[in-house]
DNA sequence: GCTTGACTTCGAGCGCACTCGAAGTCGTAA
DNA sequence: TTACGACTTCGAGTGCGCTCGAAGTCAAGC
């Protein structure tokens, strides 16, 4: 395994990431890819299998509310070679601490919408939850 | 209950809200106070009790990446009274299953990250999952 | 040979949600 | 009376992450 590997276009994949092609050649500029993309004699980009599997990845930090900033720290310590591993576990785990707060975040908010829209539930007699009805109308 | 409420300061409101004093002037000029806020003689803002309460759900709603605009549109519909509860209730409802998505995805997309740290984790001989340490290097 | 369509680069534009700053107005305390 | 600090308005600026568009290249099929 040195250059054969199963490469793919950047429309093939757009649909395998669920990024767009411009969201690709984005982040390709901005330096987050870990290698080159290679080319075809075209010039059109192949990403190989770990290209995509990079991009997968990648789709899953950004998702998580990773800044690129932030990936292109991540990306500069992995082309720096095996010695920057513990540095990129402490990134990770950084991260995975503020993921852990924004989704506690997240459902205390969701509790609230929860608890809003049985009251309104309640307003209309329709007892989605095991309540009883109330009268009066619901503050906002 | 007509004019006489509790009345908070917008200092007061942001320090109980987690929300900025810039972000609450900015919400309301963006037209998503319920009702006026009340001034003082000096012209300074004051907010009730109930003007708190929204603006706490209102945080809510924005944490959980309602826009602005929808958030409007829900206002709006407030204001037009109670002959549009069905309607709150479904833009809420519409609502809490983008915010159920998103959670998924998140929650997805956290689990990736925790393989990722398993795997360094692995490499650094750090067994932090009930895992077997592994040769190799990490992918990425 | 000509069209079609998928690609290329690169700069510019966009949408969103704030965030800031300047200049002015109060009310209180020294 | 003078200073201070918390407020006011309103326009402009910022940061982020895309997203677009124009102009060009290339390979395959008719």
């Known amino acids: 395994m040195t250059t054969t590997e199963a490469e793919l ?4 994949v ?9 969201t ?9 890819m870990l290698t080159p993309v290679q080319r075809a004699s075209s010039s059109h980009r192949r990403y190989s ?3 995509v599997a990079w991009m997968v990845f990648l789709g899953r930090l950004r ?3 990773m800044p690129i900033r932030a990936i292109e720290q991540y990306v500069q310590l992995v082309r720096r070679g095996d010695s920057t591993v513990l540095e ?16 506690a975040e997240i459902q205390a908010s969701l509790a609230a919408i929860d608890h809003k ?8 007699g ?15």
């Open 126 to 140: 329709i007892p989605a939850d095991g309540t009883t009805p109330r009268e009066g109308t619901v503050t906002c």
């Open 14 to 22: 757009a649909e395998a990431t669920g990024l767009s092609v411009h």
């Open 63 to 65: 998702s998580t509310g």
């Open 49 to 51: 299998s770990r290209d």
């Open 9 to 12: 276009t950047i429309s093939a």
């Open 24 to 32: 690709l050649r984005y982040y390709e500029r901005a330096g987050l």
């Open 117 to 124: 829209i049985n009251s309104y539930s309640e307003v209309l």
């Open 88 to 103: 990129r576990l402490q990134l990770l785990v950084e991260h995975r601490e503020q993921v852990r707060r924004d989704l």
